[in-house]
């Protein structure tokens, strides 16, 4: 299995730690936000990775090469411009196709500021039993942009901004809103439906395929720990949970 980390974004909201270095090389604990995500990649039996970068690009190339690259393959994708979440990994496409182009084994896409106890081989398991075409990390929290699942389970909204404007993509009766957690599980098929160009939000995507019929699901990960660590005292507060329980791999 193969997978993506999202690590290219310029990291505005953990200024000032990223005024000389991304937000992939922030330190918790004495290590980096990158190296406990490949960590917990590599626990899972993934080696091979790919990472999107922008943002110092260089200090990340280098800090991998230092580390001989966690002894994993790892590749590197570079945004000229940033592309947000559907256009990084639409770049990167190239990387989850086999020889033949016909690979049916699913990939995660995982945001670098993002550290959890999710069970990613159950979340894998869930996805390839109910053949979804991609399934979305979600918990129960509050937060101002949220997806809008039909009875708990597929995709078909949202509601965002500062009023929660509701848009719905399909018919639902009862919707339930949800946090999304920045992982992913994604079927290959996926990567030849984007048809969105240039920078665009991969959440576009799955509202667009969803519309059309497309089984976007969301897995419930509220026992497990999850943590944004996309703001400064989100990292201090992250350490200190450290220091109360084994979260890190």
Same mark, same amino acid.
């Given at each position: 299995?193969?997978?993506?980390?999202l690590?290219a974004g310029?990291?505005?909201?953990?200024r000032?730690?990223?005024?000389?270095?991304?937000?992939?090389?922030v330190?918790?604990?004495?290590r980096?936000?990158?190296? !406990?995500?490949l960590?917990?990649?590599?626990?899972?039996? !993934?080696?091979?990775v790919?990472i999107?970068?922008?943002? $110092?690009?260089?200090?990340?190339?280098?800090?991998?090469e &230092?580390?001989?690259?966690?002894?994993m393959?790892?590749?590197?994708? #570079?945004?000229?411009?940033?592309?947000?979440?559907?256009?990084g =990994?639409?770049?990167?496409?190239?990387?989850?196709?086999?020889?033949?182009g016909?690979?049916?084994e699913?990939?995660?896409?995982?945001?670098?500021?993002?550290?959890?106890?999710?069970?990613?081989?159950?979340?894998?398991?869930f996805?390839?039993?109910?053949?979804?075409?991609?399934?979305?990390?979600?918990?129960?929290?509050?937060? &101002?942009?949220?997806? =809008? $699942?039909e009875e708990?389970?597929?995709?078909?909204?949202?509601?965002?901004?500062?009023?929660q404007?509701t848009?719905?993509?399909r018919?639902?009766?009862?919707?339930?809103?949800?946090a999304?957690g920045?992982?992913?599980?994604?079927?290959?098929? #996926?990567?030849?439906?984007?048809?969105?160009?240039?920078?665009? &939000?991969?959440?576009?995507?799955?509202?667009r395929?969803?519309?059309?019929g497309?089984?976007?699901l969301? $897995?419930?990960?509220?026992?497990?720990?999850?943590r944004?660590?996309?703001?400064?005292?989100?990292?201090?507060?992250?350490?200190?949970?450290?220091?109360q329980?084994?979260?890190?791999?």
């Amino acid at each position: 299995m193969k997978a993506m980390i999202l690590a290219a974004g310029l990291g505005t909201r953990l200024r000032p730690l990223t005024d000389n270095r991304p937000k992939a090389l922030v330190e918790i604990a004495g290590r980096t936000l990158l190296e !406990i995500a490949l960590a917990r990649l590599r626990r899972f039996g !993934i080696r091979d990775v790919i990472i999107n970068t922008h943002y $110092f690009a260089a200090m990340i190339r280098d800090y991998l090469e &230092s580390n001989q690259y966690f002894g994993m393959n790892i590749a590197i994708s #570079f945004e000229e411009v940033l592309l947000d979440t559907g256009g990084g =990994l639409k770049q990167a496409a190239y990387f989850f196709r086999d020889g033949s182009g016909d690979s049916e084994e699913p990939f995660l896409l995982h945001n670098v500021d993002v550290i959890s106890t999710i069970d990613l081989r159950r979340m894998v398991e869930f996805h390839s039993e109910h053949q979804a075409l991609a399934t979305l990390a979600v918990q129960d929290r509050k937060t &101002s942009r949220y997806l =809008l $699942f039909e009875e708990g389970s597929e995709l078909c909204g949202r509601r965002s901004g500062k009023d929660q404007t509701t848009e719905l993509v399909r018919p639902a009766q009862r919707v339930l809103p949800l946090a999304f957690g920045g992982i992913q599980v994604i079927s290959p098929r #996926f990567l030849a439906m984007m048809s969105e160009e240039g920078a665009f &939000s991969i959440i576009s995507s799955y509202l667009r395929l969803a519309a059309g019929g497309e089984k976007i699901l969301g $897995f419930r990960t509220d026992e497990y720990y999850w943590r944004d660590v996309g703001r400064p005292e989100s990292v201090t507060q992250a350490a200190e949970d450290l220091l109360q329980q084994e979260i890190l791999p």
